[in-house]
Nanobody
Framework: QVQLVESGGGLVQPGGSLRLSCAAS????????MGWYRQAPGKERELVAT????????NYADSVKGRFTISRDNTKNTVYLQMNSLKPEDTAVYVC????????????WGQGTQVTVSS
């Protein structure tokens, strides 16, 4: 079983920055890909960024490419999302995700952290 706990959300002005953290339980977490999703009221859940188990490969939604950076520290079982040049459209609940691969595949989700971008 895996538990994901997000932190770092809050209120920020347009153009500002935030860094989200997702702490995962268990040492085995390091072998699985992880990512960040976001969902705002009235909108579909959107895949923001993904990162491979080693951290060598990352992917981003076009809407955040060039502004957001995903990274991970497997020693700390933590994945990060650095968000720069934030826009009001980035306002959403950001949710950490882990995809357990293999025969017994499973998706784990955190409870989410609120990010609000407003003047």
């Amino acid at each position: 079983q895996v538990q994901l706990v997000e932190s770092g959300g809050g209120l920020v002005q347009p153009g500002g920055s935030l860094r989200l953290s997702c702490a995962a339980s268990g040492s085995i977490v390091r072998i699985y890909p992880m990512g960040w999703y976001r969902q705002a009221p009235g909108k579909e859940r959107e895949l923001v960024a993904t990162i491979t188990s080693s951290g060598s490969t990352t992917n981003y939604a076009d809407s955040v490419k060039g502004r957001f950076t995903i990274s991970r520290d497997n020693t700390k079982n933590t994945v990060y999302l650095q968000m720069n040049s934030l826009k009001p459209e980035d306002t959403a609940v950001y949710v950490c995700h882990l995809h357990k691969t293999g025969v017994w595949s499973y998706d784990y989700w955190g409870q989410g952290t609120q990010v609000t971008v407003s003047s």
